[in-house]
């Protein structure tokens, strides 16, 4: 037993969804829990060039508009400036890369032993790169590249965390 429901996103249509039996209504039962963004009347068949909008109550039949001609005459240096690196994003690189070592850092809360002095000042080291890398002007493109960021304490392997060292489970 399922039901077809249709997906809507920004009032156009954008695709069918099959609703098993993990969406029936536990408390009515025969009918369904359709999904919010989601309508079950099917929407018409649709030309080349043709675009169904759901109106709230039923599809309409629409051109799909030209994008072409609303692109504004600088919209290439508009696009090259939506792309440019954000601080959140060098943020996100460093919390990717002390993502590594937080197992160090939780062992120590956990068992009181202290985190091994090298990792300690990589950690700081990725902390403060991070600042430098917010505070250039511009943050340069390729920021998640290795280049910009401190490599493994003291350049030897580190130690893994102990899910990842081979042995006993």
Request: net charge negative; hydrophobic share 40%; aromatic share 6%.
């Amino acid at each position: 037993m399922n039901c077809t429901v249709y997906r809507v996103s920004d009032g156009l249509y954008a695709g069918e969804r099959i609703l098993g039996r993990g969406n029936l209504n536990p408390r009515s039962p025969g009918s369904w829990l359709i999904p919010a963004g989601c309508v079950t009347v099917p929407p018409p068949a649709l030309a080349e060039g043709e675009q169904a909008r759901w109106d709230g109550t039923a599809w309409v039949v629409e051109s799909v508009p030209d994008t072409a001609a609303e692109v504004a005459p600088d919209a290439a240096a508009a696009a090259a400036e939506a792309v440019l690196p954000s601080a959140a994003l060098v943020q996100a690189e460093a919390r990717r890369r002390l993502a590594a070592t937080d197992w160090y850092v939780v062992r120590q809360i956990e068992t009181g032993e202290a985190v091994p002095a090298p990792i300690a000042r990589f950690r700081a080291a990725i902390r403060e790169r991070c600042n430098a890398l917010e505070a250039a002007n511009p943050i340069p493109p390729d920021y998640y590249a290795d280049q910009h960021w401190p490599h493994t304490p003291g350049g030897e392997e580190e130690e893994k965390a102990p899910q990842d060292k081979p042995g006993k489970a």
